[in-house]
Structures are given as structure tokens and as C-alpha cells.
Antibody, heavy 118, light 112 residues
Framework: EVLLVESGGGLVQPGGSLRLSCAAS????????MSWVRQAPGKGLEWVAN????????FYVDSVKGRFSISRDNAKNSLFLQMSSLRADDTAVYYCVRDLTGVGIDYWGQGVLVTVSS | DIVLTQSPLSSPVTLGQPASISCRSSQSLVHSDGNTYLSWLQQRPGQPPRLLIY???NRISGVPDRFSGSGTGTDFTLKISRVEAEDVGVYYCMQATQFPQYSFGQGTKLEI
């Protein structure tokens, strides 16, 4: 069974930093692209960033470029999102998701809430 | 960037009756490989989204056959033949044609 479990969320002040983690299991983690998708309270879905299998390719939505950094540790089956210079509009549930070639996003974690507020 | 526009944004439905959701893309979703990477997701209240249908009309294992997808190019439709209580939630279309960038529709809230 594919499992994606996020952690590291919480309350942070504007301008602060936070690091999200995602523990993956039930599949060969190193064989898949992985992404982060977020959902602001009561709003729709927004793709944030993704990373290829060996971490050599990374892509970001324009609104987080230069502030967020995606990375992975294949030895530990883990995905990360380092977030800095956080703003109120970064407040959202952040989902760790698996990318499947030929399909798109096929599995979602339960999500972790990040609240940026003073 | 590809923009997906869903309609309606809210759909009151009656149990046992059909429902239909439209998704229109700002540009063709036909990939250079000939495939069209348009998916439909369901998000039940308090739950993460889950994949229902990919490449326009392919149902994921375990998805009831009352769900069907259709369309071509820029216009796509999700249909539920007979709505059941467990179908309440928000439905999103999503494109992966422009992978590695994804985009989503605004969501359609299905309510009884």
C-alpha cells in the first residue's frame, strides 16, 4: 500500500522558515517524480514544486521561486520542502504527492497545515 | 500557463439523479505524444483529494462505473450516472500535459 505521511507543519511568523518532510512507503521511492501541492483554507489546489527521481531536476510555481526548495533523500524514502521568507498567503495544507508517468498525480498524503501569522 | 475553468462551481443534486461537471482548458491538452493528460479528482469533506479518472476516461481501480469521463482537446466532462450520498464533495479537473507543471480547475462542489 502506498503511504505518504507529511510532518513539520505548524504556526510560523511572517518572514520565518519551516521545513516539511514526507515519509514514503509501499513503493520504490527512487523510481518516481514527487511533488508538493497546497490548498489554502477553503480554496482550491495549487501545485507548488516537483523533483525528479535523482533530484537533479526541480521545478517551482512562480510564487515560491527563490523562497522554497524541494529536495529528497532516496536512501531514507523521504521528500522535503524547505520554506523561507514565508508570507500570509503561504498559509495552506501542504500535500506530498506521487507523480506517475502517463497519469499525473496518483497518490496523495493526508496533508500538513502551515499557518503563517503574527 | 494552462488555465482550467470548471462549471458549474456548485451543483445541487438529487440522490439517484445524474450529475455533470465541465472543464474547459485555455489551450489544447493533447500532448506531443498523442495522449491527453486530463484527470479528475474527488475530495470528500475533510479528506485529501483522490484520483478518479486519468487520460480523460480511464477509471482508477475501485472507482465505481457510475463515474465516467469524456471530451477532447479543450473541453472535458465528468459524469455521474446516479448520484449517491458518498459522492458529496468537491471535484477538480487537473492537467498533466504541461508536466512538470500541473494546473487544476477551481473545483466544483457537489451537494445534495
Amino acid at each position: 500500500e502506498v503511504l505518504l505521511v507529511e510532518s513539520g507543519g505548524g504556526l510560523v511568523q511572517p518572514g520565518g522558515s519551516l521545513r516539511l518532510s514526507c515519509a514514503a512507503s509501499g513503493f520504490i521511492f527512487s523510481s518516481y517524480w514527487m511533488s508538493w501541492v497546497r490548498q489554502a483554507p477553503g480554496k482550491g489546489l495549487e501545485w507548488v514544486a516537483n523533483i525528479n527521481q535523482d533530484g537533479s531536476e526541480k521545478f517551482y510555481v512562480d510564487s515560491v521561486k527563490g523562497r522554497f526548495s524541494i529536495s529528497r533523500d532516496n536512501a531514507k524514502n523521504s521528500l522535503f520542502l524547505q520554506m523561507s521568507s514565508l508570507r500570509a498567503d503561504d498559509t495552506a495544507v501542504y500535500y506530498c504527492v506521487r507523480d506517475l508517468t502517463g497519469v499525473g498525480i496518483d497518490y496523495w498524503g493526508q496533508g500538513v497545515l502551515v499557518t503563517v501569522s503574527s | 500557463d494552462i488555465v482550467l475553468t470548471q462549471s458549474p462551481l456548485s451543483s445541487p443534486v438529487t440522490l439517484g439523479q445524474p450529475a455533470s461537471i465541465s472543464c474547459r482548458s485555455s489551450q489544447s491538452l493533447v500532448h506531443s505524444d498523442g495522449n491527453t493528460y486530463l484527470s479528475w479528482l474527488q475530495q470528500r469533506p475533510g479528506q485529501p483529494p483522490r484520483l478518479l479518472i486519468y487520460k480523460i476516461s480511464n477509471r482508477i481501480s475501485g472507482v465505481p462505473d457510475r463515474f465516467s469521463g469524456s471530451g477532447t482537446g479543450t473541453d472535458f466532462t465528468l459524469k455521474i450516472s446516479r448520484v449517491e450520498a458518498e459522492d458529496v464533495g468537491v471535484y477538480y479537473c487537473m492537467q498533466a500535459t504541461q508536466f512538470p507543471q500541473y494546473s487544476f480547475g477551481q473545483g466544483t462542489k457537489l451537494e445534495i
